[in-house]
């Protein structure tokens, strides 16, 4: 079980690509703290997951690992995927996932209550029913008044994740209430025995602060420190890096963009980056060339950003085509257009294109929803990543009940998706209850002898997931608690709505099993969920003004909106289309159309 | 790292062990007390030769006095370890498990215990199961991942060292040899196969030879019949280079000899220096990070001397600590029979096993004793062979000097006990420095009686403070008492003194024991012995005096005559004139308290 590099030719191998790119050389070959700086498209995740191969068979011996901290759910997926191409298997000696997972798995788990946090010797993840009853006493005794409680939920969290430090007078003297609600909240969910998932970096954080032998602990297991997308994990992760990295002897690999930071408004600071990669003792790397757009489109996104990059593309790379479509009748006639007039344009152009190669992303959902109704008339199919998916794609418990479903509809006659893998995910999925070989055995077993016996497309996807729940998830759901409480809740509100009073209506399991695959369909997605994925044709929908940016924002807004169009545009292979009003374009649209003429 | 305690519950001879540990151990006790199973409660955490298979037990593993078993009945084995901090590998395999009260250390734990939900009193094997925890928290499995980094290697007691350095596939000498053999170039090799193979054609070609290996071979294939003929040929050795290190044997007397004429003690001793070897590459390579060596009953076969050089080195070896580098990666496990390798033990690294009647076998350890460094140099150093039987014996009585360590024996005798049958030493600590000797039987539970002077009332002070002491070590329950003796020790009640210290196992004589003889009832005795000096008229006339009349004048000149003979020898031709006198009172208690309580 340690020897997880199984095959050091494959790494070896994909590191020649490497050679030619100076960049990606100089990451490859770093001795000591580097930082990448990464514009879109320049192949810093395959920069980094060479890397790390490279880190564990050469460099990091058994029993110690490699730990890798990356945005979000999907992200690690992504990673783990490209890593096990490279013939790194996961193991314990590879951490790989968000920073919440990091905490809660690395640090809150195994040392509980000696880290002197304040954790209660049993406890479980709120779930949103719990959150709220708990911000609702608090506002209570700290605030009162008729207001919703709810709302101060944002402004609370906001602070709360910007203002790490509470020994220092300026916690309760920028905001005192705040500071106030933030202290009842988190009282009353640990009188509860809870912890929520802002909890899990910041009590590590403290941890990590008030316990030297835990840094000593943390750096004996993962000598090296890599983290993707770095500009969007905010000010906890920043401070347990430097506090790591620079003052206990952990190697740190960072890779991000500063110029991709969209999560501004949740807690994230662009800033935090730079700050990185000026410090003395960093090797900093910048990546500029654009492997994925074209070279129109690479010289328009600057335009989008409104930043001269000096980004460049490879040789004999295609140029690209932007293209403007101001459209009239609302957004339900820009969504009737764009199936009716732009896809077929688009279709007759790129004869090879499938659905699947097409991103339409837009900033907000309800957008989506008017996709989502001209998409079902002119009879295309779609996948949603956005606040009205019938489930977030980053649940890995429902991605993984996804390949359930693909195995009973037809993966148990051909071997795609082959049942090992769904055994080794879904054990992985619940280790925290399948502790000893007799459960995992039994688990597999069981899970085996279940999904024979419902192996049918036809299958209600409503009764299926019930099954299936009561004969296997539920107990496993029950004692993974602490670790898979969000994926509880996912899961719950997914069979409800499904249900015979859901708001989806029946569902059949075949349909249900290429939600997570096929390239048959059309993505949709939210202009934030589109981070680090891209499309042969990308469409910018809804590209208002009062939109991009929002009615009424602030400087600061402003620029974190210009970044997210950029972000967005940036997603694009071969074309880029922008839709929008025509009487009220974006800003952004209009200064780009400017100055490509 | 080193192990900081052992608990084991219910398992074999033990009810509850539950002793401090100080990283190495040498567990001492009487045969049948359990210090295999001590071994192997340890292999059940840390060996990973030992299969799964071998870790479920069986019903017959728990301790017989448990009664029926229940749904509760729980095999429990665990093991503490601290200063797991400084080597950052074993950091990473260890940090896991930590104690939540206690961080700076970490519990692992074998149980083995009823499935859960069994529904009824488990009546087989079968009904069992077992785990493996640490932290205490029994979701914390551990296994085979960390028993390949922290690896338990027991060498048994007698076994067959010369055997197994034979056998190319349990030889010590084997894993040494393959990785040398790793990093030359097998083309290099096959040369060497090439000049054997002329050898062996050269040998052959000797007609005597050539005859003879045609005759095995022609009566081979008249036994065999052609389908099973093996093609029997003479020949050195195997030739081809893939196989020509299995061919390499260690030899003794500058390649004169082969093992299997070396001498057991040297046979063991070459396994032994094969082994640490490979250890100390197991941990070079960093395919471990920690090695328990345990060793059983390492004094067979080896000489005295060879013993306590050996094992001095050995100790010393996982001992040493240079500045700024992590403890070595070494502890080690001894359980022993031999004064000679208790002799070099660490001071600390004591575990002495009991039986009782009740309750099993019982432990105590000498890991937390609580000795000043003065007096831990000073124990380590007077734990010659000669005292370090103390941790063998049932009971000891300790004395000032030599002539006591003689006569106190032909006094039991007088009394109708031996010595030796009870268990019990006398031991002389060279002066009167009875202090770290009494801190150390106290931690070990070993009964004990102390002999010594009143010296005129100057002794006074001393008894007094082994009372305090004792007291001390077993947690003030007699300070009550120990206020009486102070309180008496402020009066000239010298006879009350006497019987309450007496109480505490302390016994006091007037004066220097040959000198409270001649002034008792064993003048005559005293005279005959001094006679058999031979001295010259001079002397001689003084022995007439002292026969005539014996006063407290005399008392220098007579120690000197003593002295001119050789205190030990003058006691022991003594002890042989000592039959048919009432044994002297205070020397008669102190006898009777040990054998009361042994």
């Known amino acids: ?597 | 790292m080193y192990l900081s305690r052992i608990k084991i519950k219910n398992f074999r001879n033990f009810k509850l062990l539950d002793v401090a540990l100080a990283g190495n151990i040498v567990v001492v006790g009487e045969n049948r007390v359990g210090k295999t199973n001590l071994i192997h409660a340890l292999r059940l955490v840390f060996d990973p030769s030992l299969p799964d298979s071998a870790r479920e037990l069986g019903i017959g593993d728990f301790w017989d006095g448990l009664g029926p078993l229940d749904e509760d009945s729980e095999i429990e084995i665990s093991v503490d370890v601290k200063d797991f901090e400084d080597d950052l590998d074993v950091l990473a395999v260890l940090t896991d498990y930590r104690l939540a009260t206690d961080v700076e250390t970490v519990r692992l734990t074998f149980s083995f215990k009823p499935l859960d939900g069994l529904g009824h009193a488990p009546s087989t094997s079968e009904d069992f199961e077992f785990s493996c925890y640490g932290g205490g928290d029994t979701s914390k499995r551990f296994g085979h991942d960390l028993r390949r980094r922290l690896t338990l290697d027991v060498l048994h007691a007698l076994r067959d060292a010369e055997g197994d350095l034979a056998t190319w596939r349990r030889s010590p000498l084997r894993p040494l040899v393959e990785e040398a053999f790793s990093s030359i170039d097998l083309d290099d090799v096959e040369d060497i196969g090439t000049k054997i193979k002329e050898a062996t054609d050269a040998l052959i070609d000797l007609e005597e030879v050539s005859d003879l290996e045609t005759k095995i071979a022609t009566s081979f294939l008249e036994m065999s019949g052609p389908k099973q003929d093996v093609r029997p040929k003479l020949g050195f050795a195997a030739t081809e280079n893939t196989r020509l290190l299995r061919q390499i044997k260690l030899l003794i007397d500058d390649g004169e000899r082969g093992v299997a004429d070396a001498s057991l003690g040297s046979a063991n001793l070459i396994f032994l220096t094969l082994k640490t070897l490979e250890l100390d590459n197991l941990i070079m390579k960093n395919q471990r990070d920690h090695s328990l060596l345990a060793i059983e009953e390492p004094e067979a076969h080896l000489h005295p001397h060879m013993q306590r050089l050996v094992y001095d080195d050995l100790f010393e070896k996982s001992s040493k600590t240079i500045a700024d580098q992590p403890k070595p990666p070494l502890s080690i496990i001894l359980t022993t029979h031999s004064p000679h390798i208790a002799s070099v033990a660490p001071l600390r690294s004591i575990l002495l096993l009991r039986a009782t009647p009740d309750d099993g076998s019982v432990g105590q350890s000498t890991a937390t004793i609580d000795l000043t460094n003065d007096e831990a140099d000073d124990l380590a150093r007077y734990l010659d062979v000669t005292r370090a039987e103390m941790l063998f014996a049932r009971g000891v009585i300790l004395v000032e000097g030599d002539a006591e360590k003689f006569l106190i024996p032909e006094f039991a005798a007088e009394m109708g006990v031996t010595l030796d049958e009870h268990g019990i030493s006398v031991c002389s600590v060279a002066g009167t420095h009875f202090k770290p000797y009494v801190k150390f039987l106290e931690a070990l539970g070993i009964p004990f009686s102390v002999i010594t002077d009143w010296d005129g009332g100057y002794g006074q002070k001393r008894i007094t403070n082994i009372v305090h002491l004792i007291d001390d070590t077993t947690g003030n329950a007699r300070a009550a008492e120990v206020a009486k003796i102070d309180e008496i020790a402020a009066t000239d009640d010298y006879e009350a003194f006497d019987a309450k210290v007496a109480e505490f196992g302390i016994f006091t004589n007037d004066e220097t024991l040959e000198v409270d003889l001649i002034k008792g009832d064993f003048k005559d005795q005293i005279i005959a012995t001094l006679r058999e000096g031979k001295f010259g008229p001079k002397r001689t006339k003084r022995i007439d005096t002292y026969e005539a009349k014996y006063t407290d004048d005399d008392k220098k000149a007579f120690l000197a005559l003593v002295e001119a003979i050789g205190k030990g020898r003058f006691a022991q031709r003594l002890a042989t004139r000592i039959q048919g006198i009432a044994v002297p009172p205070y020397i008669a208690g102190a006898i009777q308290h040990v054998v009361d309580r042994v």
Request: glycine residues 10%; aromatic residues 10%; proline residues 4%.
């Open chain 1, 1 to 597: 079980m340690w020897l997880i590099v199984s095959n050091r030719a494959l790494y070896l191998k994909a590191a020649e690509d490497l050679r030619s790119n100076d960049g990606q050389w100089q990451a490859y070959e770093s001795k000591d703290h580097c930082v990448v700086l990464a514009g879109p498209g320049s192949g810093k995740t395959k920069t980094l997951t060479i890397k790390f191969a490279r880190l564990l068979s050469e460099e990091i011996e058994a029993p110690r690992g490699v730990a890798c901290i990356t945005y979000n759910n999907e992200c690690a997926r992504e990673l783990e995927h490209r890593l096990a191409g490279l013939g790194v298997e996961p193991s314990k000696r590879v951490f790989i996932g968000t920073v919440h997972s990091f905490s809660l798995t690395q640090i809150l788990l195994p040392y509980g209550r000696s880290l002197g946090v304040g954790l209660p010797e049993e406890f479980s993840v709120a779930t949103l029913q719990q959150q709220r009853t708990a911000l609702e006493n608090a506002y209570n005794e700290v605030v009162g008044g008729p207001a919703n409680p709810q709302n101060a939920r944002f402004g609370m969290d906001f602070y709360r994740r910007s203002n790490l430090d509470r020994t220092k007078p300026e916690w309760r003297g920028r905001d005192q209430q705040k500071a106030l609600l933030v202290e009842a909240y988190e009282r009353h969910l640990r009188a509860a025995g809870l912890i929520d998932f802002d909890d899990m970096p910041l009590l590590a954080l403290r941890a990590l602060r008030q316990n030297k032998w835990l840094r000593n602990a943390l750096v004996a297991k993962f000598p090296v420190l890599a983290v993707d997308e770095y500009q969007d994990l905010g000010r906890a992760l920043h401070q347990m890096v430097v506090g790591l990295c620079f003052h206990s002897g952990m190697r740190l690999l960072a890779v991000g963009d500063a110029d991709q930071s969209i999560y501004g408004f949740i807690g994230a600071y662009p800033e935090l980056l730079q700050k990185l990669s000026e410090r003395a003792e960093v090797e900093t790397v910048v990546l500029g060339l654009n492997y994925r757009c074209g070279s129109l489109i690479v010289e328009a996104s600057e335009y989008a950003l409104g930043e001269a990059r000096g980004y460049q593309v490879p040789e004999n790379a295609a140029a690209g085509t932007v293209y403007f479509h101001p459209l009239t009748g609302g957004y339900s006639g820009h969504a009737d257009h764009f199936f009716s007039t732009i896809l077929p344009a688009i279709e007759a152009r790129n004869p090879e294109l499938t659905p699947g190669q097409i991103g339409i992303l837009y900033p907000a959902a309800f957008l989506g929803d008017e996709i989502a109704q001209a998409a079902e008339i002119y009879g295309y199919g779609i996948i949603r990543t956005d606040a009205n998916a019938l489930y977030p794609r980053s649940s890995r418990l429902m991605r993984w009940l996804e390949q359930c479903a693909a195995w009973c509809c037809n993966g148990w006659r051909n071997g795609n998706p082959r049942w090992t893998r769904i055994v080794a995910e879904g054990t992985r999925l619940f280790s925290e209850a399948l502790a000893t070989d007799e459960q995992k055995t039994e688990f597999g077993r069981s899970l085996l002898a279940h999904m024979w016996q419902h192996r049918d497309s036809q299958n209600d996807l409503f009764d299926w997931l019930n099954e299936i729940n009561g004969a296997l998830l539920s107990p496993l759901l029950i004692i993974g608690g602490r670790t898979l409480a969000d994926e509880k809740v996912i899961f719950d509100t997914f069979v409800e709505r499904v249900g015979p009073n859901g708001d989806v209506g029946k569902m059949g399991l075949g349909q249900f099993s290429g939600e997570g695959a096929g390239n048959d369909r059309i993505n949709l997605s939210s202009l934030h969920s589109a981070k680090g994925r891209e499309f042969d044709v990308t469409v910018l929908f809804g590209m208002d003004d009062g939109r991009m940016p929002r009615a009424n924002s602030t400087q600061a807004d402003i620029i974190a909106a210009r970044r997210l169009f950029y972000v967005g545009f940036t997603r694009a292979r071969t074309e880029l289309h922008m839709a929008f009003s025509a009487h009220n374009p974006s800003p952004f649209v209009t200064e780009v159309e400017e100055r490509l003429n």
